[in-house]
């Protein structure tokens, strides 16, 4: 079946604009991840939602941040008032949440976004 | 603090030896453990996990060891192959925080022929 999906594969913008960087979870998954992974770095987790459940935003940087999660599936992940230190691959990932059992994070193929 | 173009640790082996990539966690509270393999320009694709209750699990050519009175995973590949290669990553999920991973910095796998 489909895996996770992401768009823009890449992004390129200029230093202060918004950004809007979309996620496409596997059919089904429950819960959806966001997170941010700078070059060479490991990952850095942004925001949580699981369900109906109000999302965890603890890992957000900054209130320029924001992710929203429509119909429960869909999900953007906006950025305003962009800075050359948001430029970072955003990968979007998503599970299946059982029975309080939590399952495998499946990821999308990320986004690469370049703030100059 | 971190600076771009940070050098990963890596690994070399040659093909068809055993690769042991390792990894120090961070919290004793963690209960569940994953490793990713992320080749480059791609998301990272699940290999294996463990839960805190285990000490070893087996897949196919791949083996995890668990040993949290040191807080230290470890990634075992039998018969190493050049598509192994890749960054390595070990996670953790913190017990009562929601189901977020922290992941390590990385490991690089280069395989030589």
């Known amino acids: 079946g489909a895996g996770v999906s992401q768009s823009p594969s890449n992004k390129v913008t200029e230093k202060g604009k918004d950004v809007e960087l979309r996620c496409d979870p596997i059919?089904?998954?429950?819960?959806l991840y966001w997170y941010r992974q700078s070059l060479g770095q490991g990952l850095e987790f942004l925001i949580y939602?699981?369900?109906?459940?109000?999302?965890?935003k603890s890992g957000l940087p900054s209130d320029r941040f924001s992710a929203e999660r429509t119909g429960g599936s869909v999900s953007t992940l906006t950025i305003q008032r962009t800075q050359q230190e948001d430029s970072a691959v955003y990968l979007c990932a998503s599970s299946l949440v059982s029975q309080g059992r939590t399952d495998t994070q499946y990821f999308g193929p990320g986004t690469r976004l370049t703030v100059l | 603090g971190e600076s771009v173009g940070l050098h990963l640790p890596t690994l070399s082996v040659q093909e068809g030896d055993n690769s042991i990539i390792n990894c120090a966690y961070s919290?004793?509270?963690?209960?569940?453990f994953i490793w990713y393999k992320q080749e480059s320009g791609k998301g990272p694709q699940f290999i294996i996990d463990?839960?805190?209750?285990?000490d070893k699990r087996q897949g196919q050519r791949v083996t995890v060891l668990l040993n949290k009175t040191v807080k230290h995973l470890s990634l075992q590949i039998a018969a190493t192959q050049p598509g192994d290669s890749a960054v390595y990553f070990c996670a953790e999920r913190l017990t009562g925080g929601g189901n977020k991973l922290t992941f390590g910095t990385g490991t690089q796998l280069k395989v030589e022929l």
């Open positions: 463990i839960r805190s209750n285990m």
């Open positions: 059919s089904g998954h429950t819960a």
């Open positions: 919290n004793s509270a963690s209960d569940y």
């Open positions: 939602f699981q369900g109906n459940s109000a999302p965890d």
